[in-house]
């Protein structure tokens, strides 16, 4: 199976919503959130260095709650950092 190259606007919000995961998590270890969401650290690690830039529906809203966040606020974080771009970012 061949996967579609992702554009750059893709490359961008994964980027930029694995750098909002990065400060939602703060001192804590990667390897501490990824078990309270039940992930490997190996898959936080791609998402938060922007790796995988599109994660399953339910392993972000996993990751939402081990981080203490809402899925609204995590959606907010992403939009108010897309710029000009005019594109509504679902997370």
Same mark, same amino acid.
């Given at each position: 199976?061949?996967?579609?190259?992702?554009?750059?606007?893709?490359?961008?919000?994964?980027?930029?919503?694995? &750098?909002? *995961?990065?400060? @939602?998590? +703060?001192?804590?270890?990667?390897?501490?959130? /990824? #078990?309270?969401a039940g992930v490997s650290a190996e898959t936080l690690r791609k998402i938060?260095?922007?790796?995988?830039p599109t994660p399953a529906f339910f392993?972000? &809203?996993? *990751?939402?709650? @081990?981080? +203490?966040?809402?899925?609204?606020?995590?959606? /907010? #974080?992403?939009?108010?950092?897309?710029?000009?771009?005019?594109?509504?970012?679902?997370?």
């Amino acid at each position: 199976m061949v996967r579609t190259p992702l554009t750059p606007w893709e490359r961008q919000r994964g980027e930029r919503f694995g &750098a909002i *995961l990065r400060r @939602a998590r +703060g001192d804590r270890s990667m390897v501490e959130v /990824a #078990a309270a969401a039940g992930v490997s650290a190996e898959t936080l690690r791609k998402i938060e260095t922007g790796r995988a830039p599109t994660p399953a529906f339910f392993t972000v &809203a996993a *990751l939402a709650s @081990a981080l +203490g966040m809402s899925l609204d606020e995590l959606a /907010a #974080a992403c939009a108010s950092g897309a710029g000009d771009e005019g594109r509504a970012l679902s997370a």
